[in-house]
């Protein structure tokens, strides 16, 4: 069952939508790359980016809607780590759809050779 998430304009995403769009913004990606070293502050994530940290709040708010990092808090800190889960339903798509484009080439290759 695919996960539904309805935008505060009333678009409808489901949770593969939100993955791929949060992985599509090259910041989203980085925070991403610095939450494999294990679970970060916010302040200490938001450190080597140039922008405000309400601005890197916005990207990691985009992130947790996709299900691709987790926060706890302790106290006053927020801390992130990564979701091994969140890629698990965008993967399983893109191997469908790669079996699928597999296929269908497949089946253009046989029929260019039966033509020749």
Do not use: C
Request: net charge positive; glycine share 4%; no cysteine.
């Amino acid at each position: 069952m695919t996960a539904i998430y309805i935008q505060p304009n009333g678009l409808i995403l489901n949770m593969l939508d939100n993955v791929l769009t949060a992985l599509a913004d090259p910041t989203r990606r980085a925070i991403l790359d610095r939450l494999v070293a294990g679970e970060a502050r916010v302040t200490d994530v938001a450190a080597p980016f140039p922008m405000s940290l309400n601005a890197v709040s916005k990207h990691i708010q985009v992130l947790e809607r996709a299900a691709l990092i987790v926060r706890r808090r302790v106290g006053r800190e927020h801390l992130l780590s990564r979701n091994p889960r969140g890629l698990e339903e965008a993967a399983a798509w893109m191997a469908a759809e790669h079996l699928k484009w597999n296929n269908a080439f497949d089946r253009l290759a046989r029929a260019l050779e039966n033509d020749t």
